[in-house]
T-cell receptor, first 112, second 115 residues
Framework: QKEVEQDPGPLSVPEGAIVSLNCTYS??????FMWYRQYSRKGPELLMY????GNKEDGRFTAQVDKSSKYISLFIRDSQPSDSATYLC????????????FGKGTRLSVIA | DVKVTQSSRYLVKRTGEKVFLECVQD?????MFWYRQDPGLGLRLIYF???????EKGDIPEGYSVSREKKERFSLILESASTNQTSMYLC??????????????FGSGTRLTVV
């Protein structure tokens, strides 16, 4: 079993839709969870981070962590064509030197 | 604007050549990383470094080496390039103890083609 599983998509939605992106993981030691967004021909950029379980909201984006289920989600409300990108989840057991473990990424297209 | 700069966006090399990929960051970050990204395989960690002259193997170090002589610069070396090393290479950096808040800062990548 891979440490982090993420459906690669592609996912295609109409503008204005609510998008749900998800990752599951197997290592119960993971404490820090992040979402990165990667536009075509660019490097990933940090979108949101959360610590342990719970929700975090930032504008149209909401990140959720359910440690009991080893499941994290990113919701995008009122999706826009500019949200079209690949979204990668990432996680680590500590905030020190342990490298992040990335999901493979979900490719999202928001159609105008 | 803080950034990670990779020396080349596109590179074409011949099989057997020694290839150097350079990465420079201007954020005084302690940690630097080299990944390759391939369709269907995601990001795979090649090597990383927590300090000058220190290096640690990642998940796929075979066929690669690294050099970190200065804090801001981290070089990836393909000792003898092969066609299966054709890929997008991404460099990243982070500050120790601040990964949870600020994550990694990535460069824009180098698309390497080995022919």
């Amino acid at each position: 079993q891979k440490e982090v599983e993420q459906d690669p998509g592609p996912l295609s939605v109409p503008e204005g839709a609510i998008v749900s992106l998800n990752c599951t993981y197997s290592n119960s030691a993971f404490q820090y969870f992040m979402w990165y967004r990667q536009y075509s021909r660019k490097g990933p950029e940090l979108l949101m981070y959360t610590y342990s379980s719970g929700n975090k909201e930032d504008g149209r984006f909401t990140a959720q962590v359910d440690k009991s289920s080893k499941y994290i989600s990113l919701f995008i409300r009122d999706s826009q064509p500019s949200d079209s990108a690949t979204y990668l989840c990432a996680m680590t057991p500590d905030s020190g030197n342990t490298p992040l473990v990335f999901g493979k990424g979900t490719r999202l297209s928001v159609i105008a | 604007d803080v950034k990670v700069t990779q020396s080349s966006r596109y590179l074409v090399k011949r099989t057997g050549e020694k290839v150097f990929l350079e990465c420079v960051q201007d954020m005084d970050h302690e940690n630097m990383f080299w990944y390759r990204q391939d369709p269907g395989l995601g990001l795979r960690l090649i090597y990383f470094s927590y300090d000058v002259k220190m290096k640690e193997k990642g998940d796929i170090p075979e066929g690669y080496s690294v050099s970190r002589e200065k804090k801001e610069r981290f070089s990836l070396i393909l000792e003898s390039a092969s066609t299966n090393q054709t890929s997008m290479y991404l460099c990243a950096s982070s500050r120790t103890g601040r990964v949870a808040n600020y994550g990694y800062t990535f460069g824009s990548g180098t698309r390497l083609t080995v022919v």
